[in-house]
T-cell receptor, first 110, second 115 residues
């Protein structure tokens, strides 16, 4: 079945440093979604990418979808303490149901 | 936030007892999902539903059953709880969009402890 790998599992940064998490699929995806989960909270949708090579920005967050539609990344510029949480990608391929990666937990040290 | 509630929010039970978790939505979305979240494993799909009385298994369905008798309610049952089922359980909903499902909206979660 479809597998979605996400790395790294954890990332410690100093406030102001950049952060990137990567998502790789074993199969070509029709779309990929990104979610953020704050500590003690529930996952919240951030964005969806559909087109090959697509790049979308939300303030300090930049999302990319690979040309082959098998990988994606989320980059945060100049992290803040409010960015703390776990970031999940969810890829949708042949199945109707998306497959979630295991998530990357971002820890920001002030 | 989307109109999704989960009950109970916290539960402590003993091994071997049956447990039912409830997910209720007010959005009239077609798809409903149950996930469990454990450290290091992310979100793992237990079961999902694509309509009333239409359900299917996810990757970690052993030991769990589900039912959906109304659009708004999706029940998850642990017939005989085990300590390995101690976890945080999330319900999610989504609508269909062409040949795929759309954004998922998650409930607040239920923390289940099996002693």
């Amino acid at each position: 079945g479809q597998q979605v790998m996400q790395i790294p599992q954890y990332q410690h940064v100093q406030e102001g440093e950049d952060f990137t998490t990567y998502c790789n699929s074993s199969t070509t995806l029709s779309n990929i979604q990104w979610y953020k989960q704050r500590p003690g909270g529930h996952p919240v949708f951030l964005i969806q990418l559909v087109k090959s090579g697509e790049v979308k920005k939300q303030k300090r967050l930049t999302f990319q979808f690979g040309e082959a539609k098998k990988n994606s990344s989320l980059h945060i510029t100049a992290t803040q303490t409010t960015d703390v949480g776990t970031y999940f990608c969810a890829g949708q391929g042949g199945s109707y149901i998306p497959t979630f990666g295991r998530g990357t937990s971002l820890i920001v040290h002030p | 936030d989307a109109g999704i509630t989960q009950s109970p929010r916290h539960k402590v039970t003993e091994t071997g007892t049956p447990v039912t978790l409830r997910c209720h939505q007010t959005e009239n979305h077609r798809y409903m999902y149950w996930y469990r979240q454990d450290p290091g494993h992310g979100l793992r799909l237990i079961h999902y539903s694509y309509g009333v009385k239409d359900t299917d298994k996810g990757e970690v369905s052993d030991g769990y059953s589900v039912s959906r008798s109304k659009t708004e309610d999706f029940l998850l049952t642990l017939e005989s709880a085990t300590s390995s089922q101690t976890s945080v359980y999330f319900c999610a909903i989504s609508e269909s969009k062409g040949a795929r499902t759309d954004t998922q909206y998650f409930g607040p979660g239920t923390r289940l402890t099996v002693l």
